[in-house]
């Protein structure tokens, strides 16, 4: 048998693809939640001000502010998802090398 036999395969720890999903899902919500007020917003002020503004168009400008915006006010829920997707890639990687190098023993 050769050395590698030997090793273990490297741990897919289940909670850290778990964390990974979460991470990304809470992230992913509050854009979509600061998209959703914003549009309210936004055609909100448009009926205010008697402005005969489509929501389509509301929601395009809302899409249009909401991206950079986003990125500033949820900063940490962004820098926690690629963290967590990071951890679960890189394990991933690891037992992909792991699978690929037991099966060029072979």
Do not use: C
Request: proline share 6%; net charge positive; charged share 15%.
């Amino acid at each position: 048998m050769s050395e590698s036999n030997s090793q273990h395969p490297p741990e897919l720890n289940p909670q850290v693809r778990a964390a990974a999903r979460k991470n990304v899902l809470i992230y992913g919500l509050a854009r979509l939640g600061l998209f959703i007020v914003l549009t309210a917003v936004i055609h909100g002020l448009a009926l205010l001000i008697s402005a005969p503004v489509p929501l389509v168009m509301s929601a395009l400008l809302a899409l249009i502010v909401a991206f950079p915006l986003s990125m500033l006010v949820f900063n940490k829920l962004r820098v926690n998802a690629t963290q967590a997707v990071a951890t679960w890639d890189a394990q991933r990687k690891a037992h992909k090398k792991w699978v690929r190098d037991e099966l060029a023993d072979r």
